[in-house]
């Protein structure tokens, strides 16, 4: 019995709507040649006459007739198709893997296990029109939800204005974090995750750049409040500076909410970033060096369209984690700064639902106050989900390993 005549024979009974390939999470290429000629003659008459045909006028047209089909819910064979097409996408992959093996190329082995892993989890057709009725109730039930438990939903920025305008990073979210060369994008986004850790929450933090341990350094200095070349360099003093960080690290012990640090290297890719986040489940994911992620299967693409990738791959593991991906990428050099200036990709602006800026404290207000530019600086919002703007004075002190925001500078104009 074909589960997709099936299918497309309860479709032309129930005629539950035109589009009915996308609306029940199915593709063309989930059906045998014999099943997709009876979609195109479908789909030829709904272009024509704007509505389903009827089952006589397909099989007409189609020159043979449907065999008797059991009638069941036009459910029971969307899971048939699908269970048929996972057993396809299964075999053909184990094939592949036998030969990558066979050949002694254990990386492409693994790469096509991934590839089935993430193909099987998140196949799905494009989402039907949906009443906006339908969508409001979601919406209140939603606000209830976060009224009973506001503070414990919050996924906090690190710094009070943020966190006041945007109402912090939110199920879903990708929010960018830009900044030239060593404007201190690392720091802050650690600063964030520190936040959320520090309320009970559980950050995942991956870096491009740096080793495991280099970043448990940074995060040790953050939460310490010591210097960090100071813990690089073997000069902590044992009866202050040691004895803080092993109390701190007794403290991430035994406190129920992990603060994950994913082990990332040059060969780090998209697709294991996205395995680590859905195993694991964190509260938000931060990416520092984003711009650093290639997808295994990117290879032909240019360096400009891998990076335009890249950042669409992060917003598609937001939206479909339902977890706040915050990643950080380099703004030009030579630049003001803005949303323009984003090296080598608009797709941040147009897919971040926030762009955060950093930047030093400008040259004409260095001596304004006592400011000194190696201590201070400028975190603005480029970009808000609602319109919000506005510019905070963060104090940067890397002698004592400390950040924290010192003033607003300008208000929100969008809320």
């Known amino acids: 019995m074909s589960v997709g ?9 129930d005629r539950p709507c035109l589009d009915f390939l996308n609306n029940f999470g199915l593709k063309v290429e989930d059906f045998d040649e014999r099943e997709q000629e009876v979609i195109e003659i479908i789909k030829n008459h709904i272009l024509i006459y704007s509505v389903l045909p009827s089952k006589e006028t397909v099989e ?26 996972a057993n396809m996408l299964i075999s053909e992959s184990f094939d592949a893997v036998k030969r990558h093996i066979s050949n002694n190329d254990v ?23 949906v009443n906006l009725a339908d969508l409001g109730k979601l919406v209140l039930e939603e606000h209830d939800k976060a009224q009973v438990s506001r503070h414990d939903a919050v996924i906090s920025l690190g710094f009070p204005y943020l966190d006041k305008v945007s109402a ?12 030239k060369r060593s404007a201190g994008k690392t720091y802050i ?9 520090a309320a009970g929450k559980v950050p995942m933090v991956i870096s491009t750049e740096m080793s495991p341990v280099q970043y448990a350094r940074r995060i040790l200095a953050l939460r310490s409040g010591i210097k960090f070349s100071a813990i690089r360099t073997g000069r902590l003093i ?28 040059l060969t780090t890719t998209l697709e294991d970033v996205i395995l680590h986040v859905k195993e694991k489940r964190p509260d938000c994911v931060y990416v520092d060096g984003a711009y650093l992620l290639r997808s295994e299967y990117s290879k032909r693409l240019n360096r400009f369209e891998q990076y335009s990738h890249g950042a669409d791959m992060l917003k598609l593991l937001a939206q479909d984690t339902g977890i706040p991906v915050i990643a950080s990428y ?11 200036d984003v090296y080598m990709s608009d797709v941040i602006a147009q897919n971040a639902t926030l762009v955060i800026g950093i930047s030093d404290v ?54």
Request: charge should be negative.
């Open 5 to 13: 005549l099936g299918f497309l024979h309860q479709v032309l009974i």
């Open 107 to 129: 990386d492409e082995a693994q790469a096509r296990i991934k590839k089935l892993y993430l193909e099987l989890q998140e196949r799905r057709g494009a989402p039907p029109a």
């Open 168 to 179: 912090g990073a939110h199920p879903g979210d990708f929010i960018a974090i830009v900044g």
């Open 238 to 265: 044992h009866h202050i500076g040691r004895s803080m960080i092993e109390t701190d690290i007794q403290t991430l012990l035994e406190c129920k909410n992990p603060y994950l640090v994913m082990k990332s290297a």
């Open 60 to 85: 007409a047209e189609w020159g043979t007739q449907f065999s008797k089909f059991p009638r069941e819910p036009i459910d029971y064979w969307t899971d048939g198709i699908i269970r048929r097409s």
């Open 330 to 340: 380099q703004l030009r050099r030579k630049t003001a700064g803005g949303l323009d």
């Open 362 to 415: 400008e040259e004409e207000h260095k001596n304004e106050a006592g400011w000194e530019s190696v201590k201070y600086k400028i975190i603005e919002i480029l970009k808000g989900r609602e319109g919000e703007t506005g510019k905070i004075l963060v104090y940067f002190d890397m002698e004592r390993t400390k950040i924290e925001e010192v003033e607003v500078l300008s208000e929100s104009s969008g809320r």
């Open 189 to 197: 986004m650690l600063k964030m995750a520190n936040a959320i850790h």
